[in-house]
């Protein structure tokens, strides 16, 4: 069975190209997205990771750790950030799993359990890992995305539902379609309109099961 929605991430012991760790210790008390690729020197993960490596600070801001995962050698991700490096003009200061024998991608089911590399294998070989993981700080996933292999994935997309995510952990709040960090919330029904305004003040009413309050601090 795959990872669910509130299923702890495996505390993996993994080999990336910054050394060996368990998953929950690089992740502390953060935030943390998990990132995968089919493999090292393709030209759509290139342009990913230039994507991830450009918003280093925006990661920072929210106290979340990034790490990657490409079906490769350890050595191989180190060649492979020069050119992530040169074409996004950002440094690739995360680290990279390396996972050239799928241990990890099976572990966290990004593949079917009888996949492998066959020699001169190609991305397509390892076309299902292409896959983003939101783990909150309890190490419980939060949210899971899985890409084609000809779809780039949107990061700007991966941080406003970072942003969502963090702003409605432990509140009694939802997002609405195309929120963005500052607009307006839904208040859960699991509040009455009463204990709405107890909690968060002036409560818009658009229907009785659609009430929306200013975004909490």
Known sequence: MGLRINDIFPNLTVETDQGSFAMHDYQGD???????HPKDFTPVCTTEFGAVAQLADEWAKRNTKVIGLSVDKAAEHVKWKADIE????????????????????????MLPADAYLPDGR???????????????????????????MSVGRNFAEV??????LQATYGVPIATPANWVHGQDVIVALS??????????????VKLPYLRTVKMPA
């Not at 190609?122 to 084609?148: E, F, G, N």
């Not at 204990?195 to 002036?202: C, K, L, Y």
């Open 30 to 36: 953060s935030w943390l997205i998990l990132f995968s």
């Open 122 to 148: 190609t991305a397509a070989h390892s076309a299902s890992v292409r896959v983003v993981y939101i783990v909150s700080p309890d190490h419980k996933v939060q949210l899971m995305m899985t890409y084609p």
């Open 191 to 204: 509040l009455d309109t009463e204990a709405a305004r107890a909690r968060f003040g002036e409560v818009d």
């Open 86 to 109: 040169a074409t996004s003009g950002a440094k690739a200061g995360f680290p990279i799993i390396a996972d050239d024998d799928l241990t990890v991608s099976k572990a966290l089911d």
């Open 159 to 164: 941080l406003r539902a970072l942003d969502a």
